[in-house]
């Protein structure tokens, strides 16, 4: 395994390990603050972790209603889903390169986005739009569209995609920093091969 391969196995592997200590190894959960709803072979669910998973595909399902049918069609979602898992890790995939990989590219990419998104909220709240630009992008958007509205019924949508750009540019050249600040090597000759 390569160094990284072998590092994403550790993580892993701690993370598996502590989960099954959080699932087996804590006391009956079916007796005191937090019952059990559902086991599957090794795994148990309590109420409060089925209860979290149901905001969660509320989130992403508006349709989604809490009726005892829903809640049915959830925990056989949550049992299919399980028993994939067991078999799957029983056949070794979840120690599988390919799966390791595809595990890396998803922390990254999630890693990336988090980091991006708290970025970019963070440009959001120091980067303002003057009446003065507002009126020059209408005066250049007038030039080439004679029948535009006027600019007080769409004065926001300007206002709206100047600051828009304004924090592209910003997130950009904030990118940019960062690549000029880096230690970064390229190797042509390896390149050219």
């Not at 795994?43 to 209860?51: D, G, I, R, V």
């Not at 989604?64 to 898992?85: H, P």
């Not at 988090?114 to 009126?135: A, D, F, G």
Request: glycine share 2%; net charge negative; aromatic share 6%.
């Amino acid at each position: 395994m390569q160094p990284k391969q072998t590092l994403l196995f550790i993580i892993i592997s701690i993370l598996a390990v502590l989960a099954c200590c959080a699932c087996s190894d804590s006391p009956p959960k079916g007796q005191g603050q937090d019952p059990v709803v559902l086991t599957v072979n090794d795994f148990s669910m309590t109420k409060s972790e089925f209860l979290t998973e149901c905001a969660v595909d509320m989130e992403y399902q508006e349709q989604y209603k809490t009726s005892r049918a829903a809640q049915e069609s959830m925990i056989e979602g949550i049992i299919r889903k399980e028993l994939l898992i067991q078999e799957a890790r029983k056949m070794g995939l979840d120690r599988d390169a390919a799966f390791m990989a595809a595990i890396e590219r998803y922390w990254e990419a999630t890693l990336i986005k988090q980091l991006m998104e708290k970025k970019n909220r963070e440009v959001h709240k120091t980067t303002l739009v003057s009446e003065e630009e507002i009126q020059a992008a209408y005066e250049r958007y007038r030039e080439s569209q004679p029948d535009l509205p006027p600019l007080e019924t769409i004065e926001k949508e300007i206002a709206d995609g100047i600051l828009e750009e304004k924090k592209a540019k910003i997130l950009e050249d904030w990118v940019r920093s960062l690549r000029r600040k880096a230690d970064i090597t390229i190797d042509d000759q390896i390149l050219t091969k």
